[in-house]
């Protein structure tokens, strides 16, 4: 409540519907929430905002690069949790599973922290909990950990080498 003023103050009204909007509402609680796992203890920022509308802070993203860090020995354990997201058939199910893969994030053994796109975590939640756009949710989180990503990449071996 101390924060809403701040968060909700330019929400625009997109006049979804009760249903739609509370589903909306949910996806930034969680989104937040998610943060605050991530971020708890960790003195550099764990959140990463577009750059130019391209951003590699996607979920997807996210676990390539902590399996990336572990040489590939934690990547069953992330397609495991990844598949229980997408096999859930409601909200709370996906939320048991997303929250198990920020927990895996936040203890990565990486130089720096692994950095979430939060406003798009927060959109890909929303869409989630309808049928005609949670495929293509999943769609993206595959491609982004599938796909090598030179740029993140790049950032990470300068900020391991000083």
Known sequence: MSV????F???????????????ELESVRAALQLYAILQQSKKNPVAMFPDN???????????YLCVKAS?????PGFMRRLSSIEASTDFAGAMVG????????RA?????????????????LFEIQFEETRGDV??????????????????KAQTDRG
Do not use: H
């Open 9 to 23: 103050a330019d929400l625009p009204d997109f006049d979804l519907g009760e249903d739609a909007e509370r589903k």
């Open 4 to 7: 809403g003023e701040e968060l």
């Open 71 to 75: 040489n590939g020995k934690g990547a």
């Open 53 to 63: 509308g391209v951003t590699t802070g996607s979920l997807g993203n996210a676990c």
């Open 108 to 124: 990565a053994k990486v130089e720096a922290p692994i950095q979430l796109d939060f406003g798009r975590l927060a959109s890909d």
């Open 98 to 105: 997303v929250r198990s893969l920020v927990r895996l994030i």
């Open 138 to 155: 999943f769609m993206r989180w595959a491609r982004d950990y599938y796909k090598a990503n030179p740029k993140q990449d790049d950032q």
